[in-house]
């Protein structure tokens, strides 16, 4: 019965009228036609407002009154007194500075962030808007290290500012404020958090005058207990772009905006206007569900589309810090590394696998030989620090987590550079050299380059590969034990 079945229809399409040679295909209904268009609306808006929603939530969470010491009101900073050490650092931590950040609310007015001089220091303390570029920084390679005051002013904003203090125009009305300062360890610890106690932030209504106790508002709809990228990555459709448009409408699109605002128009998402997801039709809703779904798919087989590999060495080359209409690389920055700065201040490579393309374990050792005038190309300083699996530094005999250019290193007659990397300890007379590992076991080494120069920025620079250990060779006696 099913083959008489298929041959009658095999015969009705016989008997079926050719269509017409260039025939043109049958035109969408007006409901499909509606739905793509939602869904291309809601793809792309997704990406657009991804990195928005994450920050405000960010912003939310850091600065609720329940977060303690693990936060800070609105225009205070939250100062990292110390280096990580095993047990107490978040993943991939920083080894040479000391961090601090702030959310700086500029909705009654401009915000003057004071600095102090650093006598040389190096620091680099950038300022992102809530679409997380990084609209300005101060610090020693782009202002300097003296001391001074710079009134931060919102969008719209025309009043007088006292007479000699710099001015910086943020593009919204909240802004991340994030500091890096140099530290040489423990011993230095008493002076660097004195220059961090300098960075100060005051609103311009209280200039000159004795400070004022903040009275932060608490938030009882906001869930503190759930990562923020959970959070985002789990809202449905109507949330999402709800919360998105109120955002819009607090937070001014970039100038070149126009053509994603002209696309999120078809959806209902109009800038300075409520959305309401429920007075949508069903076409439009069944579309914009299709699209956010779809949005998220191509964040996931894009991300690390980017990174540029060689010699077991990964460097991101797409846009970092600022990205103008790149919408897709932005909301990748802003899942995989939310605030990251400008390139030029702080460059990070990653090295991932050996010469021979394995990956790194804690069970070999390696060597990394840097020929004479191949040394990372950083105009301040660079270092090499070593994490576990889970981006962890482990503890080692000499407390050492990071290896770099401000160590007494040992130069071979050549001007060469042998650096081990390893578990085990090399003899005493080596051990200046050495980068301890974590133990056997997947493990990662990240070089920064603070002020890179632009032969590691352009990728002209090649890292040198890892060198594993050959095996021992094996004795005779033990050849023989091992022998069938």
């Given at each position: 019965?099913?083959?008489?079945?298929?041959?009658?229809?095999?015969?009705?399409?016989?008997?079926?009228?050719?269509?017409?040679?260039?025939?043109?295909?049958?035109?969408?209904?007006?409901?499909?036609?509606?739905?793509?268009?939602?869904?291309?609306?809601?793809?792309?808006?997704?990406?657009?407002?991804?990195?928005?929603?994450?920050?405000?939530?960010?912003?939310?969470?850091?600065?609720?009154?329940?977060?303690?010491?693990?936060?800070?009101?609105?225009?205070?900073?939250?100062?990292?007194?110390?280096?990580?050490?095993?047990?107490?650092?978040?993943?991939?931590?920083?080894?040479?500075?000391?961090?601090?950040?702030?959310?700086?609310?500029?909705?009654?007015?401009?915000?003057?962030?004071?600095?102090?001089?650093?006598?040389?220091?190096?620091?680099?303390?950038?300022?992102?808007?809530?679409?997380?570029?990084?609209?300005?920084?101060?610090?020693?390679?782009?202002?300097?290290?003296?001391?001074?005051?710079?009134?931060?002013?919102?969008?719209?904003?025309?009043?007088?500012?006292?007479?000699?203090?710099?001015?910086?125009?943020?593009?919204?009305?909240?802004?991340?404020?994030?500091?890096?300062?140099?530290?040489?360890?423990?011993?230095?610890?008493?002076?660097?958090?004195?220059?961090?106690?300098?960075?100060?932030?005051?609103?311009?209504?209280?200039?000159?005058?004795?400070?004022?106790?903040?009275?932060?508002?608490?938030?009882?709809?906001?869930?503190?207990?759930?990562?923020?990228?959970?959070?985002?990555?789990?809202?449905?459709?109507?949330?999402?772009?709800?919360?998105?448009?109120?955002?819009?409408?607090?937070?001014?699109?970039?100038?070149?905006?126009?053509?994603?605002?002209?696309?999120?128009?078809?959806?209902?998402?109009?800038?300075?206007?409520?959305?309401?997801?429920?007075?949508?039709?069903?076409?439009?809703?069944?579309?914009?569900?299709?699209?956010?779904?779809?949005?998220?798919?191509?964040?996931?087989?894009?991300?690390?589309?980017?990174?540029?590999?060689?010699?077991?060495?990964?460097?991101?080359?797409?846009?970092?810090?600022?990205?103008?209409?790149?919408?897709?690389?932005?909301?990748?920055?802003?899942?995989?590394?939310?605030?990251?700065?400008?390139?030029?201040?702080?460059?990070?490579?990653?090295?991932?696998?050996?010469?021979?393309?394995?990956?790194?374990?804690?069970?070999?050792?390696?060597?990394?030989?840097?020929?004479?005038?191949?040394?990372?190309?950083?105009?301040?300083?660079?270092?090499?620090?070593?994490?576990?699996?889970?981006?962890?530094?482990?503890?080692?005999?000499?407390?050492?987590?990071?290896?770099?250019?401000?160590?007494?290193?040992?130069?071979?007659?050549?001007?060469?550079?042998?650096?081990?990397?390893?578990?085990?300890?090399?003899?005493?007379?080596?051990?200046?050299?050495?980068?301890?590992?974590?133990?056997?076991?997947?493990?990662?080494?990240?070089?920064?380059?603070?002020a890179p120069e632009p032969a590691l920025l352009d990728g002209s620079w090649t890292p040198p590969p890892a060198l594993r250990d050959a095996p021992p060779e094996e004795t005779p006696e033990a050849a023989e034990k091992t022998a069938p």
């Amino acid at each position: 019965m099913r083959r008489l079945a298929f041959l009658a229809l095999c015969f009705a399409a016989a008997l079926a009228p050719a269509a017409p040679a260039g025939a043109a295909p049958a035109a969408p209904t007006p409901a499909a036609a509606a739905t793509e268009a939602a869904r291309q609306a809601a793809m792309e808006g997704y990406l657009y407002f991804y990195p928005l929603v994450t920050m405000d939530l960010a912003r939310r969470q850091s600065t609720h009154p329940s977060r303690g010491a693990q936060g800070a009101p609105a225009n205070a900073f939250l100062h990292g007194r110390a280096l990580p050490a095993p047990g107490a650092a978040a993943p991939w931590a920083n080894p040479d500075m000391l961090r601090s950040a702030a959310w700086l609310d500029l909705t009654a007015g401009p915000v003057v962030l004071s600095v102090p001089n650093t006598q040389g220091r190096l620091y680099t303390l950038t300022l992102l808007d809530m679409w997380t570029d990084a609209f300005a920084t101060l610090g020693k390679r782009s202002t300097g290290t003296a001391k001074g005051n710079t009134a931060i002013v919102p969008p719209g904003w025309t009043g007088a500012l006292p007479s000699g203090m710099s001015r910086i125009d943020a593009p919204t009305a909240y802004v991340w404020a994030k500091n890096l300062i140099q530290t040489e360890g423990p011993a230095d610890y008493p002076a660097v958090h004195a220059l961090q106690d300098g960075f100060v932030l005051t609103p311009l209504a209280q200039w000159n005058l004795p400070p004022q106790a903040q009275r932060p508002r608490s938030d009882s709809t906001l869930d503190l207990a759930t990562p923020v990228r959970e959070q985002v990555e789990s809202m449905p459709t109507d949330a999402f772009f709800t919360y998105a448009a109120e955002l819009l409408r607090r937070n001014p699109p970039h100038p070149t905006d126009q053509p994603v605002l002209a696309q999120l128009r078809r959806a209902g998402l109009v800038p300075g206007r409520p959305f309401d997801f429920d007075k949508l039709d069903h076409p439009a809703k069944q579309g914009m569900r299709r699209g956010l779904r779809a949005a998220r798919e191509r964040m996931a087989a894009a991300a690390g589309g980017s990174v540029r590999g060689v010699n077991g060495w990964q460097q991101e080359t797409g846009s970092i810090g600022v990205y103008g209409n790149a919408y897709l690389r932005r909301a990748l920055a802003a899942q995989a590394q939310p605030g990251s700065g400008l390139p030029e201040d702080l460059s990070v490579l990653l090295l991932a696998a050996d010469s021979q393309g394995a990956p790194l374990d804690g069970a070999h050792g390696y060597t990394l030989r840097f020929e004479s005038g191949q040394l990372p190309p950083a105009g301040a300083l660079w270092s090499l620090a070593a994490y576990d699996g889970q981006g962890m530094p482990a503890a080692n005999p000499l407390g050492r987590y990071a290896l770099g250019s401000r160590d007494p290193l040992r130069y071979n007659a050549d001007g060469s550079l042998d650096l081990r990397v390893s578990h085990a300890p090399p003899p005493p007379e080596e051990q200046a050299n050495w980068l301890p590992l974590p133990p056997a076991g997947p493990v990662s080494v990240l070089l920064r380059a603070y002020a890179p120069e632009p032969a590691l920025l352009d990728g002209s620079w090649t890292p040198p590969p890892a060198l594993r250990d050959a095996p021992p060779e094996e004795t005779p006696e033990a050849a023989e034990k091992t022998a069938p």
